[in-house]
């Protein structure tokens, strides 16, 4: 099945550096890649998705890149704030229902003031 | 905006109880889903339905089962709640093919 590998475990940056988190897949097959946020005492939350047929994808100063031959894809934050502070999670998916969402064991991000 | 629901943020239960843990949505979303998250592993999926009455097995289902007899809601019951069931659960829900909505998750601690 899918596995999902996520670096670095922890990260920490000083505000306004830009932040790096990188996923490998194995299964060339999983087609839509999202990134979660989650905060402290809540549930994840979608910040920024892609599917496989794009190589790039920019929100604000969230961005996510694919690369489909090497099987790996990252999510950029650029100009960090302190509430950027969380747990990042990747996910890789190819089915119709979404129940083959394998999650990354996610990256805890500190943005230091 | 999606609103997903859990019937508690925290819940102590003994070990041998019956546990119940409640999601509802308001999206009119077609698939549900149950993980449970815990430190270096992730999200596992438990569960998923994708439609009433139906359901389907994820990757860790043992000591697990599921109830879905309206839309909105999807119900994770442990028979027998044993203390390796200690865990963040997590309920969300999707439209066909597309983003999860997560809830705002249970915290269970069995003893």
């Known amino acids: 099945g899918e596995n999902v590998e996520q670096h670095p475990s922890t990260l920490s940056v000083q505000e306004g550096d830009s932040a790096v988190i990188k996923c490998t897949y194995s299964d060339s097959a999983s087609n839509y890649f999202p990134w979660y946020k989650q905060e402290l005492g809540k549930g994840p939350q979608l910040i920024i998705d892609i599917r496989s047929n794009v190589g790039e994808k920019k929100d604000q100063r969230i961005a996510v890149t694919l690369n489909k031959t090497a099987k790996h894809f990252s999510l950029h934050i650029t100009e960090t704030q302190p509430e950027d502070s969380a747990v990042y999670f990747c996910?890789?998916?190819?089915?119709?229902?979404?129940?083959?969402?394998?999650f990354g064991p996610g990256t805890r991000l500190s943005v230091l003031p | 905006d999606v609103k997903v629901t859990q019937s508690s943020r925290y819940l102590v239960k003994r070990t041998g109880e019956k546990v119940f843990l409640e999601c509802v949505q308001d999206m009119d979303h077609e698939n549900m889903f149950w993980y449970r998250q815990d430190p270096g592993l992730g999200l596992r999926l438990i569960y998923f339905s994708y439609d009433v009455k139906m359901k389907e097995k994820g990757d860790i289902p043992e000591g697990y089962s599921v109830s879905r007899e309206k839309k909105e809601r999807f119900s994770l019951i442990l028979e027998s709640a044993s203390t390796n069931q200690t865990s963040m659960y997590l309920c969300?829900?999707?439209?066909?093919?597309?983003?999860?909505?997560f809830g705002p998750g249970t915290r269970l601690t069995v003893t």
């Open positions: 996910a890789a998916s190819k089915g119709n229902y979404g129940q083959n969402f394998v």
């Open positions: 969300a829900s999707s439209w066909q093919g597309s983003k999860q909505y």
